[in-house]
C-alpha cells in the first residue's frame, strides 16, 4: 500500500505478515467448497491460491501520522506470545513489523497513540514485549485507547472462568499488563481525537464480531478513510455476506454490522482501510449486481 495522503493527515501500511495462507474452512465455518468455488473466477492470486485451496489474510497496523502525531491501529499478534492454539501465531520471532516502522523513520518511542478496533489476539500483540521475563508496553510514550465496551465484555469473561486464559492469552500479556502501566484509557464510542484544525479521529461503532468492536474513521483536509478492523476478514464477504468469521462472537449481529457497513461504503465511495485484505490492501467497495465488489488501489 502505499502511503495515502487525506490532507494533513497520511496513512501507511506496518506489515507483520502480509499474506498468512489459511485454510477457508476454519477461517469461515460454514464455507463449503461450491461458494469457494464459484468465487475463484474474481479472486486475485494474493487472496486465495488455487493450487493449495487456501486462503490469504494479511496482519498489519496502521500507521496514522499528521502535524507530528503518530497513531498505529491494530498492533496485530506480536513475538514471542504463546500461543499453542494456533501454531502459525505461537512464538513469532519476526522482524518485518520494527523494520517496517524504522522505514517510516520511527522508533517505538515515536508513538503517540495506539488505538485497538477490538481486542482480540491479532489486535493487540505488539501492545507488549517481552523485557527481563516481563511483558511490558511496546510503546512507552503511547496512551493505549481501547472500548470501553469492549474492555467491559472481555473482563466479564475472564472473571466468569478465572482459570482459563481468553483471547488465545492475549488478555493477560497484550492488553492487561498497559492497564498496570497506566497508560490504557478506556473510551466511548463518542472518542474523538484532535489532529488539526480539520483532520481528526473518530469511532464508528460496529459490535458483533466482538461486543465492543469500533472502526476508526481518519478525517483529513480533502479526504476520510475507514480502518475497518475485523468487522470483514476477506473480499470474498462481499459477496458472500453469509459467511462467519470463526471470531465471530455473536454471529447474526456480525453479519448485520458487515452487511451495514457494506452498504455505507459503498453508497458513500469511502476509502476502506481493512485489517486483513492482502496485496494493496485499501479500497472502494462498489455495488456489482445483487452484491458488492473491492476496488483495490494501486
Ligand atoms: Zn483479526
Known amino acids: 500500500m502505499k ?4 490532507g494533513g493527515v497520511t496513512v501507511d501500511k506496518i506489515v507483520e505478515n502480509p499474506g498468512l495462507w489459511l485454510d ?24 486465495f491460491d488455487r493450487a493449495t485451496n ?19 491501529v491494530d498492533t496485530c499478534v506480536g513475538n514471542h506470545k504463546t500461543r499453542p492454539g494456533t501454531p502459525f501465531w505461537n512464538q513469532l520471532a519476526g522482524d518485518r513489523y520494527m523494520a517496517d516502522l524504522a522505514r517510516h523513520g520511527l522508533t517505538t518511542a515515536d508513538i503517540h497513540m495506539v488505538m485497538c478496533t477490538h481486542l482480540h489476539v491479532d489486535h493487540v500483540g505488539w501492545n507488549t514485549r517481552l523485557e527481563d521475563g516481563r511483558w511490558v508496553p511496546t510503546f512507552p510514550n503511547a496512551r493505549y485507547i481501547f472500548g470501553q465496551k469492549e474492555f467491559d465484555g472481555h473482563a466479564a469473561r475472564q472473571a466468569a472462568d478465572p482459570e482459563t486464559p481468553i483471547n488465545r492469552g492475549s488478555w493477560a500479556d497484550s492488553v492487561l499488563p498497559v492497564v498496570e502501566t497506566g497508560q490504557a484509557e478506556l473510551v466511548d464510542f463518542d472518542f474523538i481525537h484532535t489532529l488539526g484544525l480539520e483532520e481528526r479521529i473518530t ?6 464480531h466482538t461486543p465492543g468492536h469500533f472502526c476508526v474513521n481518519v478525517e483529513g483536509r480533502s479526504g476520510q478513510g475507514l480502518i475497518t478492523g475485523d468487522a470483514i476478514h476477506h473480499p470474498i464477504q462481499f459477496r458472500e455476506p453469509h459467511l462467519v468469521n ?3 462472537m455473536d454471529v447474526p449481529h456480525a453479519r448485520a454490522t458487515r452487511e451495514a457497513l457494506t452498504r455505507r461504503l459503498a453508497d458513500s465511495g469511502e476509502l476502506m482501510l481493512p485489517c486483513h485484505f492482502a496485496g494493496p490492501t485499501a479500497g472502494r467497495i462498489r455495488p456489482d449486481g445483487e452484491h ?7
Not at 3 to 6: A, E, G
Not at 64 to 69: E, L, Q, S, V
Open 3 to 6: 502511503t495515502i495522503d487525506l
Open 24 to 47: 477457508p474452512f476454519w477461517l469461515f465455518h460454514n464455507i463449503d467448497q461450491p461458494t469457494i468455488d464459484r468465487n475463484l473466477p474474481w479472486m486475485q492470486d494474493f487472496l
Open 54 to 72: 487456501l486462503i490469504s489474510l494479511s496482519f498489519h497496523s496502521f500507521l496514522i501520522r499528521a502535524n507530528g502525531f503518530n497513531v498505529l
Open 203 to 208: 469511532l464508528l461503532p460496529t459490535p458483533g
Open 246 to 248: 470463526n471470531g465471530d
Open 292 to 298: 458488492f465488489r473491492f476496488e483495490f488501489l494501486d
